[in-house]
């Protein structure tokens, strides 16, 4: 039997809580969160239980936030006209 090189990790995924997310998409998250923790601005927007919306501002003041979710809508919109989703 071959024994894992890092037993830690192995215990982790174990014990870890499942995720609803691929692993593809669980490393851009830590990615992205990484990136707000050197202090890169950020918004975080979740939908709860009831619709509600949870959200954050990370280093960006509101009038920022309103403009970076304005620049992902603009991104967005030129990606579909294209056809590239």
Do not use: C
Request: proline share 4%; charged share 30%; glycine share 8%.
């Amino acid at each position: 039997m071959e024994t894992p090189r890092d037993i830690n990790a192995v215990l982790r995924s174990l014990l870890g809580e499942p995720s609803a997310l691929a692993p593809e998409d669980e490393l851009y998250l830590t990615m992205l969160v990484n990136a707000v923790r050197g202090g890169k601005r950020a918004v975080l927007i979740v939908e709860d239980a009831d619709d509600k919306l949870k959200y954050m501002f990370s280093n960006a003041s509101r009038a920022e936030a309103v403009s970076m979710l304005g620049k992902v809508v603009e991104a967005t919109g030129r990606r579909l006209a294209t056809g590239d989703d």
